[in-house]
């Protein structure tokens, strides 16, 4: 005899079709983003590596390195800005510049008045 669990009670729910539309957008990122910040607690692994988040480190007035970065967007005595994938980092200050940059990380040198973080832009 061969029977089956109503639709209902299936361990899975109903697939897929005119009753029910599968997960899509922005809520499967977020469940994948909370999955992966769980999975890093965990396992005892730094955000910024499994995440793609930022780190960011001043030293003293003088200087400011920013890991996992996406780009350069501004570059001035006064102002740099740095895009980092959830949006930009501002650096103001005086006599500003690159003094090292390569595709993980950027540091800038000058006197370092304040920083501004902003979302949006995300990466390029």
Do not use: C, Y
Not at 36 to 53: C, K, M, N, Y
Request: aromatic share 4%.
């Amino acid at each position: 005899m061969e029977w089956a669990l109503p639709a209902s009670r299936h361990r899975n729910g109903p697939g897929p079709g005119p009753d029910r539309e599968p997960p899509s957008g922005r809520g499967t990122e977020d469940n994948l983003r909370a999955w992966a910040e769980r999975a890093a607690g965990w396992l005892d692994l730094p955000g910024e590596a499994v995440l793609s988040l930022p780190k960011v480190t001043v030293i003293g007035f003088r200087q400011v390195h920013v890991e996992n970065h996406r780009g350069v967007a501004k570059i001035a005595p006064e102002q740099v800005q740095v895009r980092v994938p959830q949006g930009v980092i501002t650096i103001h200050g005086q006599k500003l510049a690159i003094g090292a940059i390569s595709r993980d990380w950027v540091v800038v040198d000058g006197l370092v008045e304040h920083l501004d973080f902003g979302q949006g832009g995300g990466p390029r």
